[in-house]
């Protein structure tokens, strides 16, 4: 199976930046699809933005559509999330996500192999 690590998690300042990373082991990550997703105080787990395989495609949620930019590089294994122009709101324990479907969906049944999570907090 494909094991997936997070890390980059920290705290910022409202409107600070952070760049999250997720490596992955094995020598076939470049064929899954890949998704970031977070958890806040009190909520339900929210797709954030995925990205297919090839990387020529990527989706964001609304709420992040035009801060957050994820990217990957398959010959490192490993997939980012740059976050900028943090709010409070996106203070939250963010996860990486593989799954072998051909789109990067949008919920978590779309995905089979988790990471840990990392933790994101924004605060004054």
């Known amino acids: 199976q494909v094991q997936l690590v997070e890390s980059g998690g920290g705290l910022v300042q409202p409107g600070g930046s952070l760049r999250l990373s997720c490596a992955a082991s094995?020598?076939?990550?470049?064929?899954?699809?890949v998704g970031w997703f977070r958890q806040g105080p009190g909520k339900e787990r929210e797709f954030v933005a995925g990205?297919?395989?090839?990387?020529?495609?990527?989706y964001y949620a609304d709420s992040v559509k035009g801060r957050f930019a994820i990217s990957r590089d398959n010959a490192k294994n490993a997939v980012y999330l740059q976050m900028n122009s943090l709010k409070p709101e996106d203070t939250a324990v963010y996860s990486c996500?593989?799954?072998?479907?051909?789109?990067?969906?949008?919920?978590?049944?779309?995905?089979?192999?988790w990471g840990q999570g990392t933790q994101v907090t924004v605060s004054s």
């Open positions: 996500a593989a799954g072998e479907r051909w789109y990067a969906g949008r919920s978590t049944s779309d995905y089979k192999y």
């Open positions: 094995g020598r076939t990550f470049s064929s899954y699809t």
């Open positions: 990205i297919i395989r090839g990387g020529g495609s990527t």
